[in-house]
């Protein structure tokens, strides 16, 4: 996946988004040459979400809403990730991404 990101961003139609733009407005040099994993690349979140929870009461704040969200695509695909994703202990696996609203307490 990262080889694939790495030949995308080099496509002369490929457009970047403002964040890969120096501040002339040119294209910074291509990121995605120096990783080859995702550990490497420090975007993938290792923390679990009963870990979340807890370090959100530590630093005194409430989780006034957590949606959490699966795959995209036709509904067929969505019913498999939600269905996937309430499966106890790898449920996590099938999060997409959530939503969270922290109140401080």
Same mark, same amino acid.
């Given at each position: 996946?990262?080889?694939?990101?790495?030949? &995308?961003?080099? @496509?002369?139609?490929?457009?970047? +988004?403002?964040?890969? =733009? $120096?501040?002339?407005?040119?294209?910074?040099?291509?990121?995605?040459?120096?990783?080859?994993?995702?550990?490497?690349?420090?975007? &993938?979140?290792? @923390?679990?979400?009963?870990?979340? +929870?807890?370090?959100? =009461? $530590?630093?005194?704040?409430?989780?006034?809403?957590?949606?959490?969200?699966?795959?995209?695509?036709?509904?067929?695909?969505?019913? &498999?990730?939600?269905?996937?994703?309430?499966?106890?202990?790898?449920?996590?696996?099938?999060?997409?991404?959530?939503?969270?609203?922290?109140?401080?307490?």
């Amino acid at each position: 996946m990262l080889r694939t990101a790495e030949a &995308i961003y080099d @496509l002369p139609e490929f457009v970047p +988004r403002h964040w890969d =733009l $120096d501040q002339n407005g040119r294209k910074k040099p291509n990121k995605w040459k120096a990783w080859s994993s995702f550990h490497e690349q420090g975007y &993938i979140n290792k @923390l679990d979400i009963p870990t979340f +929870r807890r370090l959100a =009461l $530590d630093a005194k704040f409430e989780i006034g809403r957590l949606e959490l969200h699966s795959f995209g695509g036709s509904p067929a695909r969505q019913f &498999i990730g939600r269905s996937l994703m309430r499966l106890p202990v790898v449920g996590e696996y099938f999060v997409s991404f959530a939503l969270i609203e922290l109140i401080r307490l």
